[in-house]
């Protein structure tokens, strides 16, 4: 008796389909990254380039102030990632309670998502103005002194980040309230009869069946702090002096004083970072995800 193997199942698609998207796919991402790549490790401006090797690198870590950007971006990729999982969580369990104007408060927490990051950082540049901004103004009314929000180097780039925080939250929340949704009630009521508290329901049912919510919401917020540059350039430009610089921001300003070279590093590093960060922490979640 011979044992007769199925015939693999072929795709109802010719291998042709695919054609059109690996071409979209090489030419907008593989070639752009192979060629940064390449003038990274030289010395180029816009008509010719020449090899260098590491040097572009080693200037950029020998430099204070671009060292200064790599760790002001981790810190406020952190930051703005770890408020945002937080009040959008929070903002989550109030808006899917039942509360007066539920659906009217949603649309308010989402709102900023919709507005111009540039509108919102030119907007909140004039209510952080230290004498005439309306912030400080209503402090002092209160009688409380209004910190430099964008003038003080010690809390400019944190000053900021609540900007983010703030305009990036509803998209976070959001998330949360489809995660939410996908909970069924049953264990909130089989939890109520054994007597567990909101507290109790809270940390032993939603936390963890929210779980694949959360790592959606700290993997857009870190990709989005790492990569951030528009309302950080709206708002303080990456002063004073170098205290709110971050990559993108140091990049552009080495592109705009013709360093071509090492902006160009500074966008691989860039990449490198994001890649070494966020890679690990999806491959982890989704091993622990597969082992329950």
């Keep these: 008796m011979t044992e007769t193997r199925p015939h693999p199942r072929k795709s109802p698609y010719p291998l042709w389909f695919f054609i059109p998207a690996a071409i979209i796919y090489g030419v907008l991402f593989l070639f752009p990254t192979i060629s940064s790549l390449w003038y990274s490790l030289t010395r180029w401006d816009l008509s010719t380039a020449q ?13 204070p102030f671009l060292v200064k950007g790599l760790v002001n971006t981790l810190i406020y990729a952190v930051t703005t990632s770890g408020l945002k999982t937080v009040c959008g969580l929070l903002l989550a369990v109030l808006l899917t309670s039942n509360i007066f104007a539920r659906g009217f408060l949603r649309t308010l927490v989402f709102f900023p998502v919709l507005v111009s990051t540039i509108g919102i950082g030119i907007t909140f540049t004039v209510m952080m103005h230290p004498t005439k901004g309306i912030i400080n103004v209503t402090l002092e009314t209160l ?3 209004g910190p430099g929000w964008l003038t003080n180097p010690a809390i400019a780039l944190f000053s900021v980040a609540l900007v983010d925080v703030w305009k990036g939250v509803g998209l976070a929340t959001l998330i949360f309230i489809a995660g939410l949704a996908a909970i069924s009630p049953d264990y909130y009521e089989a939890a109520r009869i ?7 329901q809270f ?3 939603t936390l963890p069946l929210v779980r694949p919510a959360t790592v959606i919401v700290v993997t857009l917020s870190l990709i989005g702090g790492l990569r951030s540059f528009d309302l950080i350039w709206a708002m303080t430009r990456g002063g004073p002096g170098f205290s709110s610089d ?14 071509y070279g090492l902006s160009t590093a500074g966008n691989v590093i860039l990449f490198a970072l994001i890649a070494v960060i966020i890679l690990p922490f999806t491959l982890w979640f989704n091993r622990r995800e597969v082992e329950e």
């Design 143 to 145: 009688g409380m002194p």
């Design 246 to 259: 971050v990559i993108a921001s140091v990049i552009y300003k080495q592109y705009q004083a013709g360093f």
């Design 51 to 63: 090899f260098i090797g590491l040097e572009n690198f080693q200037q950029f870590f020998s430099e």
């Design 194 to 200: 054994d007597g567990a508290t909101r507290l109790q």
């Design 203 to 205: 940390f032993r049912i």
